[in-house]
Nanobody, 123 residues
Framework: QVQLVESGGGLVQAGESLTLSCVDS????????MGWFRQAPGKEREFVAA????????FYTDSVKGRFTISRDNAKNTVYLQMNNLKPEDTAVYYC????????????????WGQGTQVTVSS
């Protein structure tokens, strides 16, 4: 059973960095891709990044390319999202996602979700 727990969110100023972590504590880490999504107030949940089991392939939405890095440590059942040069438009609740089937970019493709962690970037 998927039990995803995110941490690492907070309030930062524009240009600063944060690293989010997501632990899959409910089972042996699945050999599936993992992902990060975010949802700002009044907006739909949107894809941020995904990573394959081996980490050999990563995917990013255009707005975070060059600033965010997704990685994973399978020995620790953990996936990370390193966020650099944060902007106010990055403000959102960030969700970890697991068990994808289909298009990684669609929230409906993911079968498991964490509770989310708030990231707020002030200008």
């Amino acid at each position: 059973q998927v039990q995803l727990v995110e941490s690492g969110g907070g309030l930062v100023q524009a240009g600063e960095s944060l690293t989010l972590s997501c632990v899959d504590s409910g089972r042996t880490f699945s050999s599936d891709p993992m992902g990060w999504f975010r949802q700002a107030p009044g907006k739909e949940r949107e894809f941020v990044a995904a990573i394959t089991w081996t980490g050999s392939s990563t995917f990013y939405t255009d707005s975070v390319k060059g600033r965010f890095t997704i990685s994973r440590d399978n020995a620790k059942n953990t996936v990370y999202l390193q966020m650099n040069n944060l902007k106010p438009e990055d403000t959102a609740v960030y969700y970890c996602a697991a068990d994808p089937e289909g298009d990684y970019y669609m929230p409906t493709a993911w079968g498991g979700w964490g509770q989310g962690t708030q990231v707020t970037v002030s200008s």
